[in-house]
């Protein structure tokens, strides 16, 4: 429920006590001719405490429809009582006056707070006007907790969506909007960051039927035929590698018994310590068993020998076979978010270096890789869903090959449109420094991975 209040015009009378009772019967009818005049809502008069005088006061408040019937009455009416008074009454009542102004009030439901919950500050409609809060104190439902948790990305005007055609679309557009103050109509950069980058490995690496293996019926185990059939493939795709790896000269011998696995291991790792003092590990395809020789560690960093001794590396090894490297995986996958957040101020650093005329902030840079990776994340996660929701579909493989290199073809074509965007050089410069971002980009991708690699061997 909604009212409009216009202004409220108080009169407040200080009088002498002797006079007190001719003023009461005075005031009543004055209230009741008020609320006659033109543009007069209601009025009603209180009783309040005595003055510092000790003079009875009395307040008439006037409830007026609009600052222009306000100027009329104060013109008029107000001042024509003024003036009766004195005549009438002379010193024995004096006047004060004062305008009260009111916004557009909202009721609030009689269950709710008339102050905030939050900041204590008095409610003027459903949110509080200082902190933002909404009035209502109490969960309704449980679509409303569910609303609440997820509603930048439920609600189909929500600022999630008023980012995403931009971000996709417009290269660069969300960091320069953002640079030059129009930051409301978008979702924070570094909460699209994160909402893009869940969906992605949401998306990438969700498997239903291994982390919701309850809820699907066991498969059925293979039978003889085909565990039979599979070690065949096996073997064979075995023997083609032999070959290959023979006709190279990395080991020796035109006739190898297949399922020799023995004598292959030790040719291998004889022609390994022909070419490398480094770490060899052989694994034994029978029994899972990890022998690693750890040669010459001399050339290695101090830190890597601390951390990765041969005894250590063979307890990995063996853990990580054991499961077929499930384990492993799964920790390389966590430690994956943290590297790309790792690379975003490594790559900021390498803009502040390519632009250091351009009198921005490093946390400006920041922002361009932050909008970026978000792109990135976003570009992926379309087409993988493409490529699944294909695969459901009749739809001509080749035209689907094509649309997803034509997607990824667009992504570095998309850091160079962005680049020109944001810091408006010409095309010659802007391509000399996207070819330097690239080389340090490709530099240090690589460097947070093998951080993520050596992480997550350390944990395993």
């Not at 085909?226 to 790896?245: F, H, K």
């Not at 022909?274 to 990890?290: H, L, Y």
Request: net charge negative; hydrophobic share 45%.
């Amino acid at each position: 429920m909604e009212r409009q209040s216009g202004p409220l015009h108080e009169l407040t009378f200080s009088v002498e006590r002797e006079r007190i009772s001719d003023f009461e019967r005075w005031l009543g009818p004055f209230c009741k001719a008020s609320k006659n005049e033109p543009g007069v809502i209601d009025c009603r008069a209180l009783e309040t405490s005595d003055d510092a005088a000790g003079k009875a006061t009395r307040t008439c408040q006037l409830h007026i429809a609009d600052d222009r019937a306000l100027d009329e009455l104060l013109d008029g009416f107000i001042a024509e009582t003024e003036a009766m008074l004195a005549q009438e009454f002379g010193a024995a009542v004096i006047v004060s006056n004062r305008t009260l102004r009111e916004d557009v009030v909202k009721d609030l439901p009689q269950v709710e707070s008339p102050d905030c919950l939050n900041c204590g500050n008095r409610l003027r409609g459903q949110y509080c006007g200082i902190c933002g809060q909404r009035a209502r104190n109490r969960l309704i439902s449980l679509w409303g907790l569910i609303s609440e948790a997820f509603g930048d990305i439920l609600e189909l005007d929500s600022r999630l969506w008023r980012t995403l055609i931009p971000l996709l679309l417009r290269p660069g557009r969300l960091t320069r909007d953002y640079l030059e103050g129009r930051r409301a109509r978008y979702m924070p950069p570094f909460r699209t960051y994160l909402v893009l980058s869940l969906i992605f490995f949401v998306v990438a690496f969700f498997d239903p039927r291994d982390d919701l293996g309850l809820l699907f019926e066991p498969e059925p185990e293979p039978t003889p035929e085909e565990i039979a059939e599979e070690d065949a493939e096996a073997a064979e795709a075995r023997q083609e590698i032999l070959d290959e790896l023979a006709e190279e000269g990395i080991i020796v011998g035109a006739n190898i018994p297949d399922g020799d696995a023995k004598p292959v291991a030790e040719q291998i790792a004889d022609a390994a310590d022909e070419r490398s003092s480094g770490f060899n590990i052989q694994i034994d395809d029978d029994t899972g068993a990890c022998n690693v020789d750890g040669g010459d560690l001399s050339d290695l960093p101090e830190w890597f020998k601390i951390r990765f001794t041969p005894e250590r590396l063979e307890r990995v090894c063996e853990r990580v076979t054991a499961d077929k490297g499930k384990t492993f995986l799964g920790l390389l996958l966590d430690n994956i978010p943290v590297a790309l957040i790792v690379l975003l101020p490594l790559m900021a650093l390498v803009l502040k270096v390519l632009y250091p005329l351009s009198r921005r902030y490093f946390v400006e840079h920041l922002l361009f890789f932050v909008h970026y990776h978000a792109f990135f994340f976003l570009i992926l996660t379309l087409e993988i869903a493409f490529a699944r929701i294909t695969t459901l579909l009749p739809f001509p493989e080749g035209l689907v090959t094509l649309a997803i290199v034509a997607a990824s073809f667009y992504i570095p074509v998309y850091l160079f449109m962005a680049m020109r965007h944001v810091y408006g050089q010409g095309r010659i410069l802007t391509f000399i420094k996207y070819i330097g971002l690239l080389v340090a980009y490709s530099l240090g991708a690589m460097l947070t991975m093998l951080g993520a690699v050596f992480f997550a061997l350390a944990a395993v």
